[in-house]
Structures are given as structure tokens and as C-alpha cells.
């Protein structure tokens, strides 16, 4: 505790006395919270209940005020901004971890990747066992650091999370008074918390300086979202951006020898351990890569299920490579969302009647943000689809296969329910008709093919999944409808 308490006080320095904030409030497009998230109040707007932060130390002290409160954010709040102005480095966190002195702050990123490939140790034990040198140290002592490397990493990562992540109380809404609101690298922790409004911000997640790999080269465990609910409800987000990058670019993975590709970004918004009654509203998630994830694994099926209400409205998911959202165990409204992507892998699997398998154009293996997938239908979860629209570019514009994905539905007793609603009207895909069902049906059938589901591990059905007297915002009669509402609304205030 001393450890964490110290650090904190470091990276953002001393407590800086706010005030309650007596001045103009944001001019907000005038909406209520709805969908799941509908009890959603955020904090009191009383007077001395309102603050304004300029900096991440009075952002970090303002969330932690153990009452209800509005939060107005001016400016970009910066996760790894020192108490004396300055930006920490990734090196920063590791000279500042432990004591003075501490072996730990030889951790070295590089040389703890040199340590995971058999063949470089087996050169610096030959060595070592020779008594030579290896590469210029000496064998025995450099064998014996990189020995540690391992146990070392997630110690420094911590002290990289004691700076970037934000812990969100009760009863609190955080909003941008403005169009330059932004949290750049900080983490959003509402962890076991009620009542959370977050709305006008850009969101930017954190680059985790010392992820670990999954398998070589590509696949990575980083260890920060923008935004992470863990046993959280009643919660609203409405008209952020999230990204990863404050200009909102894709930032392209670091290579390092001996061909790792080192991607230091998670998710944009993770919902995990029977979170419940969350709406995600007007958002724009850009340029991102397994940017929603809704559920977090079969070890918490008893935790999510009857649990995990979310819905997703209006949101412009704009070249977001996968997880659009992935769904896990729980029910998901999602309506009226904008779905752009940029396609140039070949289809998994021809539907019929379609151009989904025309190459149109030269293909790229060299573009940010390659389009995965966008609907992840886990285990058990329960999806409702009305409304949505899909956009492609790229030299398989028009393919289908890559809409869903189909995984871990391999128990035709506990099957996932997939509801598509078409009594407005059908979806499109490049504005042609899109036969949802279908879709579904085939992905299925891929999926079963790949060992990844059963027969009947996935439903097309509307009991249990269809709420009765459920309102939306706003209602729609065509597909250009839709596009121009999320055009119009989603994402922050226009400068």
C-alpha cells in the first residue's frame, strides 16, 4: 500500500485543493440515458458537487472524492504526466520501480524477449558454460540477468498501471466541457462501482510499455483499455471517441529483433465479471483492433450470465478490426449502428447470390486496422440486430464472411440466440440487401467446420432475446437514414 501510495504521488504530485466549479456547463446534445443503461443518473450537478480539472493529478483526485459529483474535463488529460510538468518514458517506469539500486531497474524490454527464445539462451549457456564472453559480457552474469527478466516484467508494469489507471467511484459523471476534452493514455477503472456517466470525451487507451506475448509474433497481451468495467452497472457512455492515438490514427505494432511484431494496445471498452445495465451510445471507435470485448472467458460464465445487459446504439465503428463487439454469456441490444471496414483477405466462405467473392481492385497486405471481423457471437450469449448498416472498401468490398465470427458454441444444450429484426427494414452492405439470417447460417456452418461450434450451437430466434417496450432515441426508416444519423451525432462535440 505504501508502495502504491507513493507512486501515486509521483506521477501526479501532491493534492491540488479543488474547488467546486461555478461556470457555464457544456452545451451537450440534449439526451437521456436509455436501453439497458436507462437508470444510469451519473453524480450531482449541485453546485457543490461540480469540479473542473485541467490536469490528470485533479482528475485523479476529483474521481477519488468519496460522494457524488460532475467532473468537467478541460483539456487533454495526460496518464503519464509527472508531478513536475513532464512526461514519464516507458524507462521512467522502470527507473522508479522498487528502491534505489533495486536489480529490478536493470529490466530491459528487449533483453526480457531474448529471454523467451530458447535458442538465443541456449547460446548464452554455451557460452557461459565455456567461460566466454557473449556478445562482449560476461556469459555466466548475463545469463543469470536474463534469467530474471521474466519475473521482473509484470513488477515494472505495475508501477506503469499505478500512473495510468484512473479508479472511478460511485455515483460520478465525467464529461468534456468541450471539443478538446481528452484522456490520453489513462485507463478508466469502474470496479465494482454503480452509477457511472461518461459522455464528451475522447478516449485514449494507454500504450502498455511491457506487454506479453501470447504467440509469436503478433498475438500480444497488453494490459490496458480505455475503458474497463469490471462488476460494474448501471453505467452510460454516450458521444466519446475511443482510439488510440489522440490524432486517431492506428499505431502500427514494433518490431524487434528477431521478427516480433510488439502490439502495446488492448481493448477501447472491455465489460467483464457480471457487469450489468450498460448502454453505449453516439460513440465513435476508430482505427482499433479487438476494441470491444463483453465478457472475458468461460471462468466467468456464473458471474455473467443473467448479468452482461448491454446495448449498443448509433455508434460508428470505423475501421475497428474485430470485436464490434465480441459477446460473452450475456444480452446485447444492438441497434442502429454504422459499421465501416476496409477488406482485402479473401472471403472465409461464399454465401450465394452475393459478390462477396469478386476481387475488385489490388489487394494490400500492408493496411492499418485489417478488417477481422465485427459481431463476435460467443458462448450463450443472447444478440439482438435491428438496423444496422455495413460499409466495405478495399478488393473484396462486398464480402459477407466477415461480418460474424462464430466461436465456443460447441453445446447445442446452451446454445447462443441470435435475433435479427427486419421489420423496419434489412440491413445493407454497400448499400445492397443484406439476408442477416443467412449470414449467420453460413458462418455457422464455417464455424463447425473449424471445430470452433456444433450443430445448433448457435439459434436464429427471437423469444428470450426481445424485450417488450423497448424505445430507442430515435427510430428509422431506411438504411441512409441510419448513416446520416450516426454521421450527424456520433462522437464528440464539433469544434
Not at 82 to 97: E, K, V
Not at 106 to 132: G, K
Not at 217 to 237: C, E, F, I
Not at 246 to 252: D, S
Request: net charge positive; hydrophobic share 35%; glycine share 6%.
Amino acid at each position: 500500500m505504501v508502495l502504491v501510495t507513493s507512486l501515486l504521488l509521483v506521477f501526479s504530485g501532491c493534492a491540488s485543493a479543488l474547488t467546486p466549479y461555478t461556470g457555464t456547463p457544456p452545451k451537450l446534445p440534449s439526451r437521456q440515458p436509455f436501453g439497458f443503461g436507462s437508470a444510469a443518473t451519473g453524480g450531482s450537478t449541485n453546485t457543490s458537487a461540480v469540479y473542473l480539472v485541467k490536469n490528470a493529478n485533479e482528475l485523479r483526485e476529483a474521481i477519488a472524492l468519496p460522494y457524488t459529483k460532475t467532473i468537467y474535463v478541460d483539456g487533454t488529460m495526460h496518464g503519464n504526466q509527472l508531478s513536475d510538468g513532464t512526461m514519464a518514458t516507458c524507462q521512467t517506469y522502470i527507473d522508479r520501480t522498487g528502491s534505489t539500486g533495486a536489480a529490478i531497474r536493470q529490466f530491459n524490454f528487449a533483453q526480457y524477449l531474448l529471454s523467451l527464445n530458447s535458442t538465443y539462451m541456449a547460446l548464452v549457456s554455451q557460452a557461459s558454460a565455456a567461460n566466454q564472453l557473449f556478445e562482449g559480457k560476461n556469459a555466466t552474469e548475463y545469463k543469470s540477468l536474463l534469467s530474471k527478466m521474466n519475473g521482473w516484467r509484470p513488477v515494472v508494469q505495475n508501477t506503469q498501471k499505478a500512473a495510468v489507471q484512473f479508479a472511478v467511484k460511485n455515483n460520478t459523471s465525467i464529461i468534456g466541457l468541450n471539443a478538446n476534452a481528452a484522456l490520453n493514455g489513462i485507463t478508466l477503472s469502474l470496479n465494482a462501482v454503480n452509477n457511472i456517466v461518461v459522455r464528451n470525451l475522447k478516449l485514449v487507451s494507454p500504450k502498455d510499455c511491457f506487454p506479453a506475448p501470447e504467440t509469436y509474433p503478433s498475438s500480444w497481451n497488453a494490459k490496458y483499455d480505455a475503458m474497463a468495467l469490471v462488476t460494474a452497472t448501471n453505467v452510460w457512455v454516450d458521444g466519446c471517441e475511443l482510439q488510440d492515438q489522440l490524432n486517431g490514427e492506428y499505431v502500427t505494432p514494433d518490431y524487434m529483433w528477431p521478427g516480433w511484431q510488439v502490439d502495446r494496445f488492448d481493448g477501447l471498452f472491455d465489460v467483464e465479471d457480471g457487469s450489468d445495465k450498460v448502454t453505449f451510445s453516439h460513440n465513435i471507435v476508430r482505427n482499433h483492433h479487438k476494441s470491444l470485448l463483453f465478457g472475458g472467458g468461460e471462468k466467468e460464465a456464473e458471474r455473467d450470465i443473467g448479468k452482461m445487459r448491454i446495448t449498443l446504439f448509433a455508434n460508428h465503428f470505423n475501421q475497428s478490426a474485430s470485436r464490434n463487439p465480441l459477446m460473452r454469456f450475456g444480452t446485447f441490444e444492438l441497434v442502429a449502428n454504422l459499421f465501416t471496414s476496409q477488406n482485402h483477405k479473401s472471403p472465409l466462405f461464399n454465401i450465394e447470390n452475393s459478390s462477396g467473392s469478386t476481387q475488385t481492385g489490388t489487394c494490400s497486405t500492408n493496411i492499418p486496422a485489417a478488417h477481422q471481423y465485427h459481431l463476435g457471437v460467443y458462448n450463450q450469449s443472447k444478440v439482438y440486430l435491428s438496423s444496422n448498416t455495413f460499409k466495405q472498401t478495399g478488393c473484396y468490398a462486398n464480402d459477407q464472411s466477415r461480418i460474424f465470427t462464430i466461436t465456443e458454441s460447441t453445446n447445442s444444450a446452451l446454445p447462443a440466440l441470435v435475433c435479427v429484426d427486419e421489420s423496419s427494414f434489412k440491413s445493407t452492405l454497400n448499400q445492397v440487401v443484406l439476408d442477416l439470417k443467412n449470414v449467420v447460417t453460413k458462418t455457422l456452418t464455417y464455424a463447425i467446420s473449424a471445430g470452433r461450434a456444433v450443430q445448433n450451437g448457435v439459434l436464429l430466434k427471437c423469444d428470450g432475446v426481445v424485450r417488450s417496450g423497448t424505445t430507442f432515441p430515435k427510430t428509422f426508416k431506411t438504411n441512409d437514414e441510419v448513416v446520416t444519423y450516426v454521421q450527424q451525432n456520433a462522437g464528440q462535440l464539433k469544434a
